[in-house]
């Protein structure tokens, strides 16, 4: 981090400070919830974000809630590879393998999507069908896990008091630092992810600070949701 501030305008480096600072207390709020509870938000998210895309015909509307489509999405879904498929595998044997590999599987397939969609613009003709095209994957995958996976592992952390609520607070956590963007070649495997995404991560959060987000001129802060 320290090899990078030179390279920084002062504004800059103010911003991306404030991307780190401890949690405020609009996430401490949501501390309490469960591992299913704080996914199913990020589902939610996605799914208005994706809606408003969708419904809506101006350019620069469109790519600001595209910009917080690809931010939510790739850390989400980096955040479940690092906490939540490991936990099935140590917690329901050789099913929660075979679920961890389902949903690795098809987050490779989501991802190579997403970095397609992430570096189209708007006033492209194949923004809209590309964004479609990828959310037919994910809302499959988002189904598989909310009746399937999600309700599987809260059973089997039911002996466990609070650990749902501890896996929540990583998931958050490990959302502030992972890569805002797609990167598939990083692959699925959380120890080499890990790797991958502490030299992707900083890259990405310093871009997205020239990106346009939903009433922002600058990338949301991550410590806040």
Request: net charge negative; glycine share 4%; charged share 30%.
């Amino acid at each position: 981090m320290l090899a990078l501030r030179p390279l920084m305008s002062t504004p800059a480096r103010a911003v991306f400070r404030r991307q780190f600072l401890p949690l405020g207390s609009a996430a401490s709020a949501r501390l309490n919830s469960t591992i299913s509870e704080a996914i199913i938000k990020d589902h939610r998210e996605l799914e208005q974000y994706y809606n408003e895309i969708t419904n809506s015909s101006d350019f620069e509307h469109q790519q600001r809630f595209g910009n917080q489509f690809t931010w939510e999405l790739a850390r989400h879904s980096v955040a479940e590879e690092l906490i939540v498929y490991p936990a099935f595998e140590r917690h329901m044997g050789s099913k929660g393998h075979e679920m961890a590999e389902d949903d690795r599987k098809e987050h490779h397939k989501v991802k190579l999507l997403l970095k397609e969609f992430q570096n189209m613009h708007a006033e492209s003709v194949d923004y809209v069908p590309k964004l479609k095209e990828l959310w037919q994957l994910l809302a499959k995958h988002i189904k598989e896990e909310e009746e399937r996976d999600l309700p599987a592992l809260e059973q089997a952390l039911k002996s466990m008091e609070g650990e749902s609520e501890k896996m929540a607070t990583k998931f958050g956590l490990t959302k502030a630092f992972v890569p805002s963007r797609s990167h598939p070649s990083a692959g699925e495997n959380p120890y080499f992810e890990s790797a991958m995404g502490m030299l992707a991560a900083p890259i990405d959060h310093i871009a997205d600070i020239f990106r346009k987000f939903p009433e922002k001129k600058v990338s949301p802060n991550p410590s806040t949701k």
